[in-house]
């Protein structure tokens, strides 16, 4: 399969193939021409690629993981990087609640809120500056 319907089908640029092919992520199976092919096993590949990059992870971390013939999952940092996302959660539904009660609020003044007063803490200490 050449580069170009590689990229068609994954909806990445061709020059991001080039990368990871370069770093070692992929392997292109040869080329036609000046065009480099790979095989279809690659689409996986990329998937798998573009799975670890949602989730955080960076691409050495993921080059460690993917071995020529198969995959080998580091546990222990996929749990790492889980409850790092549980924090990440945590503090976007907290940022969530609060621009929804900013929005909602009915005082005349939003510092006059208690609940907008709380927020403004949390997110003062959040920056390590001191309270409000």
Sequence with gaps: MK??????????????IRYYEEK??????GRKG??????????????????G??????????????????????RELLLK???????KIKQMTAMRDGLRHAAACKAANHLECKTFRR?????TKRLGRPKA
Excluded: C, W, Y
């Design 81 to 87: 990087r889980a409850s790092e996302l549980d924090e």
């Design 24 to 29: 070692g992520l992929i392997q292109s199976t």
């Design 119 to 123: 927020l403004l803490n949390i997110a």
């Design 53 to 74: 990059q949602n989730a955080g992870l960076s691409l050495d971390e993921i080059r460690s993981m993917l071995l020529p013939d198969t995959v080998d999952i580091d």
């Design 34 to 51: 000046l065009t480099r092919t790979f095989s279809h096993d690659v689409l996986e590949r990329l998937a798998l690629i573009t799975l």
């Design 3 to 16: 580069i170009g319907d590689v990229a068609k089908i994954t909806n990445l640029p061709t020059s991001t």
